[in-house]
């Protein structure tokens, strides 16, 4: 998800990684579950993290770096704030407010598309952490719009979703016609 200007990069030592975008097929696929969180897994979340801030944006699902699997990095924080990244393994909503929030949402892997979005306006989610963890964290505004529109990357669902199906097929019709008119590499 987008929502911030650019900012600096992070840790020289991570890595950005490619971020796939609308119309590749594999954004569409329910991401598997994480058996183990290990130094792999964690090599993946700082390069994430890395990929996310330079983007830049405030919520990255690991499908979108073409690895369907269930894991989340945020980080909501204003620019002139310390650095809060948030690592979710297998993130389940086990709860959420009756009050809705509504929101311009963007998504790194649909660039240029802006969607007004109601969703609750707080939500529980349930995860591993980093280090294996089990926790629970309650988020609250742009966090809540920002976890949400994350765990439904990991089920294929996409901002666009949200759409009627004529303002939808036109959006992806744009992509796919971009996509083709760009020569591979
Ligand atoms: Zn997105």
Redesign the pocket.
């Known amino acids: 998800?987008i929502d911030r200007f650019p900012s600096l990069a992070y840790f020289s030592a991570m890595a950005k990684l490619p971020i796939i975008t609308l119309p590749d097929p594999l954004l569409r696929k329910p991401s598997a579950p994480i058996e183990r969180v290990d130094d792999d897994l964690r090599r993946l979340m700082d390069d994430m993290l890395e990929t996310m801030y330079a983007a830049p944006g405030v919520?990255l699902?690991a499908v979108?770096v073409g690895v369907p699997r269930r894991l989340v990095v945020l980080d909501v924080t204003g620019d002139e704030e310390e650095k809060q990244p948030i690592f979710l393994v297998n993130p389940v909503i086990v709860e959420h407010g009756s009050e809705m929030r509504l929101h311009e949402e963007g998504?790194?892997?649909?660039p240029d598309v802006r969607i007004e979005i109601e969703r609750p306006a707080q939500v529980t989610v349930r995860y591993i952490d980093r280090d294996g963890k089990a926790r629970e964290l309650v988020a609250r505004d742009l966090l809540a719009t920002a976890v949400q529109?994350?765990i439904d990357?990991l089920d294929g669902k996409?901002?666009i979703d949200f759409l009627s199906r004529l303002k939808r097929d036109i959006v992806v019709r744009k992509f796919k016609k971009q996509a083709k008119a760009e020569p591979a590499d």
């Open positions: 998800m919520g699902a979108q998504c790194l892997s649909i529109h994350e990357h996409l901002i």
